[in-house]
Each structure stands twice: as structure tokens, then as C-alpha cells.
């Protein structure tokens, strides 16, 4: 098994417990209505969001299952592992991600997203691959940033 470890950040001049709030406790219900052509639902098939429970997040072409492994709504951190679906085959095994959202200096947020990648023998990862999954990554945080700024009291 080949593991691949990477942490990415960005920053947000919003408040760490809102972009928690919508895009980690609410994202089963925010993602859908801010990206409608995308994310066709989104819901609980095990649990109630917390530690153990599983989201499926339906897609036009397919599927992911999310297993939550923790949620802290005092650290705003929050670890799932990708299970099953999109971005799951005969070559990875699982994603893991952890994610924190710490204030910055300027009243906004840091957003540190260290993912695990855990393939099957000696399977490679090309960059090309990583940079995609990044970009979405990142699009997905700027969607819910830009609802933030443009709703500021939605989420307080």
C-alpha cells in the first residue's frame, strides 16, 4: 500500500465558526442549493452527522460516501474518510481528510486541509491528477466564502 500526504491552506476574511457552520454542520443542505447543477443531494444513509456516520453526496454522474470520523464544533475540525464512490477504485483504497479552521490575525480564517491518499501496491498518483482534485477542492470553499460574504448574517 502507497500512501501520499499533502496539507493545503487558505484563508477567508470570514469567521471560522460560520464557514464551519455552512460548509461542514449544513452542507447537506447548503451544497445542493448553491451548486444545483452539480450536487444533486446530499444525505445521512448512517448516523446524524456525527463521529461514525455516513453522507452520501449524489452527483449527475455518480456518487461518494463520506464516513465522518470526527466533528468539533468547539475546535471547528473536522476528519471524514472518502469510502466509496467517485474517486474510489481498484488503485485507492480510501481519502482521508482533516480539516481545520483556525482565526487568522485579521478576524477571518484559516483553512488547513491536510489529505491522505491511500493506494492499493505501488500505484502513483500523477500531479496532474492532484492539482484537479485541489481546484475543487478550493472551488467548493470559494462557493460557500462567496455565500458568506454576500449573506454576512446567515451562519453567525
Given at each position: 500500500?502507497?500512501?501520499?500526504?499533502?496539507?493545503?491552506?487558505?484563508?477567508?476574511?470570514?469567521?471560522?465558526?460560520?464557514?464551519?457552520?455552512?460548509?461542514?454542520?449544513?452542507?447537506?443542505?447548503?451544497?445542493?442549493?448553491?451548486?444545483p447543477?452539480?450536487?444533486?443531494?446530499?444525505?445521512?444513509?448512517?448516523?446524524?452527522?456525527?463521529?461514525?456516520?455516513?453522507?452520501?453526496?449524489?452527483?449527475?454522474?455518480?456518487?461518494?460516501?463520506?464516513?465522518?470520523?470526527?466533528?468539533?464544533?468547539?475546535?471547528?475540525?473536522?476528519?471524514?474518510?472518502?469510502?466509496?464512490?467517485?474517486?474510489?477504485?481498484?488503485?485507492?483504497e480510501?481519502?482521508?481528510?482533516?480539516?481545520?479552521?483556525?482565526?487568522?490575525?485579521?478576524?477571518?480564517?484559516?483553512?488547513?486541509?491536510?489529505?491522505?491518499?491511500?493506494?492499493?501496491?505501488?500505484?502513483e498518483?500523477?500531479?496532474?491528477?492532484?492539482?484537479?482534485?485541489?481546484?475543487?477542492?478550493?472551488?467548493?470553499?470559494?462557493?460557500?466564502?462567496?455565500?458568506?460574504?454576500?449573506?454576512?448574517?446567515?451562519?453567525?
Open positions: 500500500m502507497g500512501v501520499l500526504t499533502y496539507t493545503d491552506e487558505h484563508t477567508s476574511t470570514v469567521a471560522p465558526s460560520r464557514i464551519f457552520k455552512a460548509s461542514i454542520l449544513d452542507s447537506h443542505i447548503l451544497m445542493p442549493k448553491l451548486l447543477d452539480a450536487i444533486k443531494s446530499v444525505e445521512y444513509i448512517k448516523g446524524d452527522g456525527g463521529a461514525g456516520s455516513i453522507k452520501q453526496i449524489n452527483f449527475d454522474g455518480g456518487f461518494v460516501k463520506h464516513q465522518i470520523d470526527e466533528v468539533n464544533e468547539e475546535t471547528f475540525t473536522y476528519k471524514y474518510s472518502l469510502i466509496e464512490g467517485m474517486g474510489i477504485s481498484d488503485k485507492i480510501k481519502v482521508s481528510y482533516d480539516i481545520k479552521f483556525e482565526s487568522s490575525p485579521n478576524g477571518g480564517t484559516l483553512s488547513k486541509m491536510t489529505t491522505t491518499i491511500y493506494t492499493h501496491g505501488d500505484f498518483i500523477k500531479e496532474e491528477e492532484l492539482t484537479a482534485g485541489k481546484e475543487k477542492v478550493l472551488g467548493l470553499y470559494k462557493v460557500v466564502e462567496g455565500y458568506l460574504l454576500k449573506n454576512p448574517d446567515a451562519y453567525v
